[in-house]
């Protein structure tokens, strides 16, 4: 992320300002751009300072709690999404997020860039001006009817559950449009399954309420569950804990699925 801003900076004849690499950033007074991963972002919001003109957010999904915090703090005044990957220096595509329906809106492939679907649901990119020819990614998207595209999740997080292929962003989202305030961490991952081959399994971190009981919760949110995603891909049971992440912010589903 950070030789990604020299880069913009380099091509902008930007002047740049440097902060140590935290999860929780902070600096003095407002900028005019800033770049950060999604849990960056929260960690600024809840413990970090200073304000800007336009957030460019990317390297992980954004979530609809997250934004909305983003869009009530008033301290970006515009907010992107991009995608975007290592290969290709920055991003090749984005979106804007001026409320929490942006979330459901077309990633748009940059002028100089154009990003197709091979046959395995996969994007290819192509932007000749970095010398990226046809690159096939691990990214499954859905190409819009009205231009851009949906990401869908990456191609080795599928869940392969008894045939039903479900990606882990999708039962992240649903839990997300149903799961109380006191909810503060979730991800969708596979485990071993005898019956299924693999099981879609929800772990949930949170200080459940006083009085109540996590087995309630969780038969709770399977029931509703069911009713947003239907039987096959809804959860097969629900996991309390911590999450594994990276210092970035980044899930480490493989960790999950091994635990």
Not at 46 to 70: A, F
Request: with cysteine; glycine share 10%.
């Amino acid at each position: 992320a950070g030789q990604a801003m020299l880069i913009r900076a380099l091509e902008g004849a930007w002047d740049l300002t440097l902060v140590q690499p935290s999860s929780q950033p902070a600096w003095d007074g407002a900028m005019d751009f800033v770049a950060m991963t999604p849990h960056q972002a929260d960690g600024w919001l809840e413990r970090g300072s200073g304000s800007t003109q336009t957030l460019l957010l990317g390297g992980g999904p954004v979530s609809r709690t997250l934004l909305d915090k983003l869009l009530k703090s008033n301290r970006a005044t515009v907010v992107w999404e991009s995608y975007g990957l290592s290969e290709t220096i920055t991003h090749v595509a984005a979106r804007p997020l001026k409320d929490l329906d942006g979330l459901e809106g077309a990633f748009v492939p940059l002028p100089s860039a154009t990003i197709g679907v091979n046959g395995d649901g996969c994007a290819v990119v192509h932007a000749p001006s970095r010398d990226i020819h046809h690159l096939t990614t691990n990214d499954c998207i859905e190409e819009l009817p009205e231009g851009g595209f949906r990401w869908l999740g990456r191609a080795d997080d599928v869940i392969n559950s008894g045939g039903v292929l479900v990606h882990p962003q999708t039962v992240e989202r649903a839990f997300e449009s149903i799961m109380p305030a006191w909810v503060s961490d979730w991800a969708a991952f596979g485990k071993a399954d005898d019956a299924l081959g693999e099981a879609v399994v929800l772990r949930v971190d949170g200080q459940v309420p006083e009085g109540t009981h996590p087995e309630t919760w969780s038969s709770d949110w399977r029931v509703a569950l069911k009713g947003i995603l239907g039987p096959a891909k809804t959860p097969r049971r629900i996991e309390w804990g911590s999450l594994p992440r990276t210092e970035r912010g980044k899930l480490n589903r493989r960790w999950l699925a091994n635990d």
